[in-house]
């Protein structure tokens, strides 16, 4: 079995997609491996007029780069260096949780500086006493229903472990024999498929099927 895996990162991602595919060397499965560039310096084409990431750009870059892709697992930087206020990776999770295609793809955050923002979490209860808007980050954190936050050290091995054990959904199969035959086209025997390329029935029952 091959499964999807996208990392999302401002900074390229090259070494640990090296890292995450020796890793699986042994494993009874394959990851297939894409990183999304997002944020100075590497995914600098979404940087909009005012120098800071503009979610439309990311939506058409994603459009352009995937289509109707779909992953097992995404994998989110957390600091992508856009300012403060600025898009970071909880932005990215809560625009992909609204798309179809995404939506059902399980999520991690990671971040080199994760125990630095825990603490400015708690930091903000300990110096304001103001218990809602420190427990509010949390609550964030808590709805997005990501797997993980790790540390960025430790993600590679993390990504490997949790894409482990993401079963293959019932329509992975059906949706990948389709692409597998692409160039075929179906019978006029069912109307609404008339002269679509399996390829395009592929992506066409990945808009339509329940999520």
Known sequence: MIKQL?????????EAIDKINNLVKDKPFKINCVQFNVG???????????GHIDMKLVREKYEREFG??????????FQ??????????????????????????????????LTEIVEEYLNDYKNTSNYEKAWGKFKTLINLE??????REDYE?????????????????????????????????????????????ADKQLHTWPI
């Open 6 to 14: 996208l990392i999302i990162d401002n900074d390229d991602q090259s």
């Open 40 to 50: 100075l310096p590497d995914g600098n084409d979404v940087i909009g007029e005012n």
């Open 68 to 77: 109707a892709r779909r992953f097992h697992l995404i994998a989110f930087d």
């Open 80 to 113: 992508l260096h856009d300012g403060e206020g600025g898009v970071d990776g909880v932005t990215l999770i809560k625009s992909f949780n609204g798309l179809g295609k995404t939506r059902k793809a399980s999520k991690i955050l990671y971040s080199s500086e």
């Open 146 to 151: 990501i797997v993980d936050f790790c540390k």
């Open 157 to 201: 091995a993390k990504i490997v472990s949790i894409i482990e054990k993401i079963s293959e959904q019932e329509d992975d199969f059906i949706l990948e024999q389709l692409r597998g035959h692409k160039d075929l086209s179906f019978s006029p025997a069912i109307e609404i498929y008339e002269g679509l390329s399996l390829e395009e029935i």
